[in-house]
């Protein structure tokens, strides 16, 4: 027992993939974390509303805090959307 068998090389290589993958999930929580903090600074990215296309069916957030049925967007204008 005071001699012990080196790693199999299927043991080293299981190894490296698993340090691979908890540094990339180490990268994409920073990444999260750094988008998730500019949206709170910067507010929620509208360029999607922007680039609609008219007579697209959009829901409304109400301040209750529910979504209301699909509305016609009419218009786009600076801020302000028409349905």
């Not at 929620?44 to 209750?64: F, G």
């Not at 979504?67 to 967007?73: A, E, G, K, Q, V």
Request: aromatic residues 8%; contains cysteine.
């Amino acid at each position: 027992m005071g001699n012990l068998d080196p790693l199999a090389p299927s043991i080293i290589e299981r190894v490296a993939a698993i340090q691979k993958v908890i540094a990339e999930i180490v990268k994409l929580r920073a990444k999260q974390a750094v988008n998730s903090a500019l949206y709170y600074r910067n507010g929620p990215n509208i360029t999607l509303v922007y680039n609609l296309l008219l007579n697209s069916k959009v829901l409304i957030w109400r301040e209750s805090g529910n979504w209301t049925r699909p509305y016609r967007l009419l218009t786009v204008g600076n801020e302000i959307c028409r349905v």
